[in-house]
Nanobody, 130 residues
Framework: QVQLVESGGGLVQAGGSLRLSCTASGHTFSWYCMGWFRQAPGKEREFVAATSWSGINTYYADSMKGRFTISRNNAKNTLYLQMNSLKSEDTAVYYC???????????????????????WGQGTQVTVSS
């Protein structure tokens, strides 16, 4: 069983930056595909970004490319999401998620679908004021 705990959310003005963190329990964090998702009020959950076990391979939703950066530190069991040039439409609860594929997560395993992920954090609120 893996527990994920997000932190770093808050209130920021449009154009500002935030860095989200997700700390995982368990010793197999480095195996997992890791992803960030978000859900705004009244909207469905949407994919934000994902990364392979090494952090070398990364994927982003089109609207986040160039503004958001996903990274991980396996020694610290921590996933990050650096968010720059924030917009009011980025306001949402952000969730990190882990996909246990049974071996080291390589590119072929990375999924943009939330249904592929096995473990979820409780979420952290990001509010961008215009």
């Amino acid at each position: 069983q893996v527990q994920l705990v997000e932190s770093g959310g808050g209130l920021v003005q449009a154009g500002g930056s935030l860095r989200l963190s997700c700390t995982a329990s368990g010793h197999t964090f480095s195996w997992y595909c890791m992803g960030w998702f978000r859900q705004a009020p009244g909207k469905e959950r949407e994919f934000v970004a994902a990364t392979s076990w090494s952090g070398i391979n990364t994927y982003y939703a089109d609207s986040m490319k160039g503004r958001f950066t996903i990274s991980r530190n396996n020694a610290k069991n921590t996933l990050y999401l650096q968010m720059n040039s924030l917009k009011s439409e980025d306001t949402a609860v952000y969730y990190c998620a882990a996909d246990d594929v049974g071996e080291y997560c390589t590119t072929r395993y990375i999924s943009t679908s939330g249904t592929s992920y096995d473990y979820w954090g409780q979420g952290t609120q990001v509010t961008v004021s215009s």
